[in-house]
């Protein structure tokens, strides 16, 4: 089934025309609740004026005339206004916070799930300005333009149109060709040229992020050889070309501004110029001149809007390509694979793979497994097992031969909940037992997690606890040995079923009698899958097949 997120990489691209399909009713919301307000807004300053001037107009012409003036339903229209801008206003902000939440949330849970199917890729200071800083920079593109463009195009229509039916389409036409230049004209213009300083803007402030984290993950030597000064002066450096670029960014869009305000006067100007003349034919009253120069005068406030965001469309550009550069375009969504079938049978042929800058790997390894198979690699430290299993697991792509499932490439088959992977590096997490356990499931219940306890033998131990399951394990496992971290982790995996259950020396820190047993468990949990294990002990299974590695 398709995910919401999985709309905004329509195309396999993240593109910015996208982002509003995931969150598309929220994003609705947002619009026609700011849109109430811009009008009513607007129509309030263009009605109280009207109504003052006409209500003035009307005494000063007679008493009697006073008197029949309608003062009760323009007052109740007034009234009406400005609870519908209020409401307007505060409704519009929770829902621009709803939608502009679910945006962030989809856009990282999209690109986390695109970077699960894809290969392991190192860590960096650069990588983690663009998961955290560029996600929220794309929130920008909906909220601070898309949405203020919507709300200023309708506005100016209700503007001329209102225009042409009190007075003539001519003025009309007149007062729309300076509205047009401030609204769509100038901005556009703005936000194309601002592409490059977007683009510059976001590179300066990666660069600046990591002139600054590199160093600090290395500071106690920094300081220990008295280098920190240089690194500092280099992080200043990167400070003052990102700080004058904002400054160039600010002056530029204070020109923007400047510009939309000449063309605002120059439509002001217009409509005193042409409203004059209609009010000589008697084609157009005072009060309803007057209500149409509050009306413009209104409007700049959402015009002006535009061009102060004039860098948030390179911005945003800039966002979204530095994020697809962190996923492959080639990365096939889980959802678009087929399920994996019950019979399996894997095929490597030739497989040789390392990790970036090691000097090891796996070397021309071939082997063939089927449901109910045990493949037990064996061989010297470094001999390149958990480069295999790495491979296998999906982490690392081989840098050469081929590995298939059924026949088909191996990637071509949607594995995501069907591998367990006991890795050498384990997680365990600054947890209680039970909530390290149920990672693997969630909804767990006691017994289960007992019983997993005992398939590794550690439910005496647990039970031995003063707290039983909410037994506290620490940072990275800090509270429990080596051995029972492993066997906490395995037991983790042994909560559910999987086709594929890889595990990386299981047997490390236990004694002969636990091995003995725990091997038999594995044997009986994995009876209708594949299990692969990478060991320096003694070969428990004495029916598995056995691959020697290096």
């Known amino acids: ?109 999209g690109l986390f799930a695109r970077l699960a199917a894809g290969k392991q890729q190192s860590a960096s200071v650069r990588q983690m300005h663009r998961l955290l800083s560029d996600i929220e920079l794309l929130n920008n593109w909906p909220l601070n333009v898309v949405l203020p463009w919507l709300w200023a195009l309708i506005v100016l229509l209700c503007i001329l149109d209102l225009t042409a039916i009190v007075a003539n389409g001519l003025l009309a036409l007149y007062l729309g060709v300076p509205l047009l230049l401030a609204t769509v004209v100038i901005p556009a213009v703005a936000a194309w040229c601002g592409q490059n300083w977007g683009r510059q803007q976001a590179a300066q402030a990666e660069q600046r992020r990591a002139a600054l984290l590199q160093p ?11 280098q920190w000064p240089r690194f500092a002066t280099a992080f200043f450096a990167e400070d ?129 497994v089927i449901n109910g198979d045990i493949l037990l690699l064996q061989g010297a430290s470094g001999a390149g097992k958990s480069t295999l299993l790495a491979v296998l697991a999906d982490e690392l792509q081989p840098e050469s031969g081929e590995l298939y499932c059924n026949q088909q490439p191996f990637a071509a088959w949607q594995w995501q909940g069907q591998v367990a992977y006991l890795a050498q590096q384990l997680d365990i997490f600054d947890l209680t037992l039970a909530e390290n356990l149920r990672l693997g499931k969630a909804e767990a219940t006691e017994d289960e997690l007992w019983a997993v306890l005992a398939s590794v033998g550690l439910a005496a131990w647990a039970e031995n606890q003063p707290e039983k399951l909410d037994t506290p394990l620490g940072e990275y496992g800090a509270a429990v040995s080596g051995g029972q971290a492993r066997r906490i982790a395995l037991a983790r995996l042994l909560l559910r079923p999987y086709a594929l259950m890889i595990l990386d020396e299981p047997f490390a820190g236990i004694d002969e009698e636990t091995q003995t047993a725990l091997a038999a468990m594995l044997r009986r949990h994995q009876q209708h899958g594949i299990l692969i294990v990478a060991s320096h002990q003694v070969n428990p299974w004495p029916d598995a097949q056995v691959l020697d590695v290096g």
């Open 1 to 109: 089934m398709m995910k919401s997120y999985h709309l905004l990489w329509a195309g396999q691209q993240l593109k910015l025309s996208n982002l509003l399909l995931s969150r598309k009713g929220a994003w609705i919301l947002a619009w026609v609740l700011g849109q109430a307000t811009a009008i009513a807004s607007i129509a309030l300053l263009a009605l109280s004026g009207w109504f003052i001037t006409a209500a003035g107009l009307a005494g000063l012409l007679s008493l009697a005339t006073a008197y029949t003036f309608n003062y009760f339903t323009p007052a109740g229209i007034i009234r009406l206004l400005a609870i519908v801008r209020t409401a307007g206003r505060y409704g519009e902000r929770l829902g621009s916070h709803d939608a502009v939440l679910g945006l962030l949330a989809d856009l990282r849970s």
């Open 216 to 226: 600090l993950e290395v500071l106690t030597a920094l300081l220990q050889w008295q």
């Open 240 to 368: 003052g070309i990102y700080v004058s670029g904002q400054l160039r960014q600010q002056r530029l869009a204070g020109k923007v501004v400047l510009l939309q305000q000449v063309c605002l006067a120059v439509a002001a100007a217009i409509l005193l110029w042409q409203g004059s003349v209609q009010l000589g034919h008697g084609g157009l009253s005072v009060a309803m001149l007057l209500a149409l120069l509050l009306a413009v005068f209104g409007f700049a406030e959402l015009v002006l809007l535009l061009g102060m965001n004039m860098m948030t469309y390179g911005l945003c550009r800039a966002a979204c390509a530095r994020l697809n550069a962190l996923v492959p375009a080639q990365v096939l969504p889980e959802f678009a694979k087929p399920a994996l079938p019950v019979v399996l049978h894997l095929q490597a042929r030739g497989i040789c793979a390392r990790w970036p800058g090691a000097l090891n790997g796996a070397e021309n390894i071939s082997f063939e």
